[in-house]
């Protein structure tokens, strides 16, 4: 069988929402803009591309990742963008905004769906003989009884305590 690998790259880094009257970002609010559109952020955010990736093979999506922002002032203006406030945007990531003083390297990821890459050199349209670690429709792994309660001594040993109400106060 042949394997067809293609980059899908250049997706809009913000999607207008008639609903609410504000942009969403289409992958994360930590998504890079590509460099070449930084400018456009304050002027056309919507022609804003993302510094962002997807891998797919034969037609299947089986990665994707993008670089994240790494300046405090972008991240905010992205922030602002989104339609958070100064004091939501602290409140919820002031400790992103504040790390990004101390500087941050350009980074990114890439995540890879292990198992849709399984099935597909496995000659398979489907993952579910491909899930390494199978749950039923409940959550449970029926293989080791997971999750599983938790006993005294587990708790004791790690120096933990639960806050779950007992079962006969519920």
Known sequence: KNFKPLWVIDFPLLEWDEDSQRFHAMHHPF??????HFGL???????????????????????????RIHDKAVQAR?????????????AQFGFLMNAFQYGAPPHGGLALGFDRLC?????SDSIRDFIA??????????????????HDEQYNELFLQSTAPAKDEE
């Open 31 to 36: 998504t890079s803009p590509k460099p070449e």
């Open 41 to 67: 952020i304050d002027t056309d955010p919507g022609a804003v591309r993302a510094n962002a990736y997807d891998m797919v093979i034969n037609g299947v999506e089986i990665g994707g990742g993008s670089i």
């Open 78 to 90: 992205m922030f602002d963008l989104l339609g958070f406030t100064p004091e939501e945007a602290e």
């Open 119 to 123: 099935s597909l050199f496995g000659g």
């Open 133 to 150: 670690f199978p749950k039923n429709n409940s959550g449970r792994d029926v293989m080791i009884d997971a999750p599983s309660p938790i």
